[in-house]
């Protein structure tokens, strides 16, 4: 008589896999940090690779050596540094198997250029975060008008009737208040820059 196979106990697997779990916190921590540079890792690499389908694949070549490594980032330094320097050595492997084609920027350009990207990226983050200060100030109707514009997509005509107001008067509100987080994040700004 053959013995049947013993019953896999799925309940041992899931319980390794709860959010206490600190590999799970570290795949969470990587996809947030990912997330969030993988466009300036993209336009890197796509500004210094023509051929699209291969810039596409160096960008998944840069995600896989990321997550390879990341436990040995440095959580004191920028992930967007670190991701670029991997995107670059990454670049120039490229560049050096083919050899035959001309070299598109120097080692140094590279690094300049990096330098660059990561200065927009942090500008890009103070804007999010200041608009995120300034949007706590719009209360009221204003930002219920905002949020159902913006965040629901609801069209123009449907906030008047909601509201009781033209779609003209809505057109004129949604613009007033443009306005003024623009003017809003702009201080925001130069206040952190005068500190």
């Not at 492997?93 to 590279?110: P, V």
């Not at 975060?129 to 009221?140: D, H, N, S, W």
């Amino acid at each position: 008589m053959l013995a049947r196979p013993r019953a896999v106990r799925m309940t041992d697997d899931i319980q390794s896999e709860e959010p206490s779990d600190p590999q799970f916190a570290a795949v969470r921590e990587l996809a947030g940090l990912w997330v969030r540079s993988q466009p300036v890792i993209s336009a890197y690499i796509t500004a210094n690779v023509f051929d699209v389908h291969h810039a596409e694949d160096l960008v998944q070549e840069v995600a896989q050596t990321v997550a390879e490594k990341f436990a040995t980032f440095d959580r004191s330094r920028s992930f967007v540094s670190w991701a670029l320097g991997i995107a670059r050595n990454r670049l120039l492997k490229y560049y050096r198997t083919r050899s035959r084609e001309r070299l598109i920027l120097s080692e140094s350009a590279l690094t300049r250029l990096e330098s660059a990207l990561e200065k927009v990226e942090h500008e890009v983050e103070d804007r999010r975060a200041a608009l995120r200060i300034c949007l706590e100030r719009i209360v009221g109707r204003r930002r219920e008008v905002l949020e159902m514009r913006y965040s629901e997509s609801t069209p123009v005509s449907d906030i008047a009737t909601r509201f009781g107001m033209t779609a003209d008067s809505v057109f004129v509100m949604l613009h007033r208040i443009r306005t003024v987080l623009y003017e809003c994040i702009h201080r925001q700004l130069a206040s952190e820059g005068a500190q």
